[in-house]
């Protein structure tokens, strides 16, 4: 059976995605499949209305009846992908995104939990020392009388704070690279997300004068993901937008729908960014080889919130406009959410 694209409407934010993006119904029936899935399918000997082998099709039944995610790998050609199979909560059917990885071989699950547990011994042996030092700063920044050691405490203890965070960081992008960071599907309303994201950096934003909030809608916005992982993403997005903006600045978030896909934009009035950060940020991990005195502290927020995003099957980008500059989260929802919509900040 020779291997097509169905044009079904709702599913075009996942049209220039280079890895295989597929929905499938419980009986195995492909409903939909992106030009990047064409290899696969072709190798599925399957196209749009024709069946996935019976092994998926198990899968694919477990995955919507338990409502859990479960994962496969398949070879094609010289390239290895490991497939997520997504049931949508509510539905029938299932969403396959594939990450193109390193061959597997026989002792593929011993070598990736090898490396597993390598990240988190690595990752203890990183954060070991810093648990006395944040402790020490802290109490030294509570206990001192203003002066100089005061100030040095607190630098310290700021210091161990970031870098604390940054360990935390590295550890989610190695868990992303290695397809470990599996995401906690469930119905996910961004306007109460949003909220609470602003909410928990307010006090951030009033050190600088920033007027930080999310813009009022009367409207309910809700994606299938994870929340945890979500607002880790926006939060870390958020926070860029308040480190790089000026003085009395306002950053302002707001939602809504441009066809099948919801856009969230994180918008400033004033945004130090250099223009080439536009550019950089659609090349994974670019943002960490940037001149540090120009991106200190963005590259792995960056470069973590965009992979957050991706596994999503969204993106995010960097515009500019004449309502100011903003980073742009574009996620992909439900047709039957979004129907004929049009974009409504």
């Given at each position: 059976?020779?291997?097509?694209?169905?044009?079904?409407?709702?599913?075009?934010?996942?049209?220039?995605?280079?890895?295989?993006?597929?929905?499938?119904?419980?009986?195995?029936?492909?409903?939909?499949?992106?030009?990047?899935?064409?290899?696969?399918?072709?190798?599925?000997?399957?196209?749009?209305?024709?069946?996935?082998?019976?092994?998926?099709?198990?899968?694919?039944?477990?995955?919507?009846?338990?409502?859990?995610?479960?994962?496969?790998?398949?070879?094609?050609?010289?390239?290895?992908?490991?497939?997520?199979?997504?049931?949508?909560?509510?539905?029938?059917?299932?969403?396959?995104?594939?990450?193109?990885?390193?061959?597997?071989?026989?002792?593929?699950?011993?070598?990736?939990?090898?490396?597993?547990?390598?990240?988190?011994?690595?990752?203890?042996?990183?954060?070991?020392?810093?648990?006395?030092?944040?402790?020490?700063?802290?109490?030294?920044?509570?206990?001192?009388?203003?002066?100089?050691?005061?100030?040095?405490?607190?630098?310290?203890?700021?210091?161990?704070?970031?870098?604390?965070?940054?360990?935390?960081?590295?550890?989610?992008?190695?868990?992303?690279?290695?397809?470990?960071?599996?995401?906690?599907?469930?119905?996910?309303?961004?306007?109460?997300?949003?909220?609470?994201?602003?909410?928990?950096?307010?006090?951030?934003?009033?050190?600088?004068?920033?007027?930080?909030?999310?813009?009022?809608?009367?409207?309910?916005?809700?994606?299938?993901?994870?929340?945890?992982?979500?607002?880790?993403?926006?939060?870390?997005?958020?926070?860029?937008?308040?480190?790089?903006?000026?003085?009395?600045?306002?950053?302002?978030?707001?939602?809504?729908?441009?066809?099948?896909?919801?856009?969230?934009?994180?918008?400033?009035?004033?945004?130090?960014?250099?223009?080439?950060?536009?550019?950089?940020?659609?090349?994974?991990?670019?943002?960490?080889?940037?001149?540090?005195?120009?991106?200190?502290?963005?590259?792995?927020?960056?470069?973590?919130?965009?992979?957050?995003?991706?596994?999503?099957?969204?993106?995010?980008?960097?515009?500019?406009?004449?309502?100011?500059?903003?980073?742009?989260?574009?996620?992909?929802?439900?047709?039957?959410?979004?129907a004929n919509s049009e974009l409504q900040t």
């Amino acid at each position: 059976m020779g291997t097509g694209l169905n044009p079904i409407d709702g599913l075009g934010i996942y049209e220039e995605n280079p890895n295989p993006v597929i929905r499938a119904s419980k009986d195995g029936v492909i409903l939909y499949s992106n030009p990047g899935s064409l290899e696969l399918c072709r190798k599925w000997d399957c196209a749009f209305g024709g069946l996935v082998p019976k092994p998926y099709k198990r899968l694919i039944e477990d995955a919507i009846q338990t409502m859990s995610t479960r994962w496969s790998h398949e070879k094609v050609d010289n390239i290895t992908y490991r497939l997520q199979i997504v049931p949508v909560p509510g539905h029938d059917y299932v969403n396959i995104f594939g990450f193109a990885t390193e061959s597997p071989d026989v002792s593929d699950g011993n070598r990736r939990q090898r490396q597993s547990n390598l990240t988190r011994a690595a990752v203890h042996e990183l954060k070991n020392p810093l648990t006395p030092i944040l402790a020490a700063s802290e109490m030294l920044v509570n206990r001192l009388p203003d002066g100089t050691p005061a100030r040095l405490a607190k630098q310290i203890n700021l210091g161990a704070i970031e870098l604390n965070s940054r360990i935390g960081e590295l550890f989610e992008l190695i868990r992303g690279e290695m397809g470990t960071l599996v995401l906690d599907y469930q119905q996910v309303e961004l306007s109460e997300l949003c909220q609470q994201v602003v909410d928990s950096l307010q006090p951030e934003a009033a050190d600088k004068g920033i007027n930080l909030h999310v813009e009022s809608t009367d409207r309910s916005y809700e994606v299938t993901g994870d929340r945890r992982r979500l607002r880790e993403s926006m939060g870390h997005l958020v926070k860029c937008a308040i480190k790089r903006s000026s003085l009395g600045a306002e950053v302002r978030l707001t939602l809504g729908l441009l066809n099948q896909a919801m856009i969230v934009r994180i918008i400033t009035t004033c945004l130090n960014f250099p223009d080439r950060l536009s550019a950089v940020i659609s090349a994974p991990y670019s943002v960490l080889t940037l001149d540090r005195d120009h991106f200190s502290t963005l590259g792995l927020e960056l470069t973590l919130s965009k992979l957050l995003i991706e596994l999503h099957g969204g993106d995010v980008k960097v515009t500019d406009n004449s309502r100011g500059c903003c980073f742009e989260i574009t996620l992909p929802v439900e047709p039957a959410i979004s129907a004929n919509s049009e974009l409504q900040t």
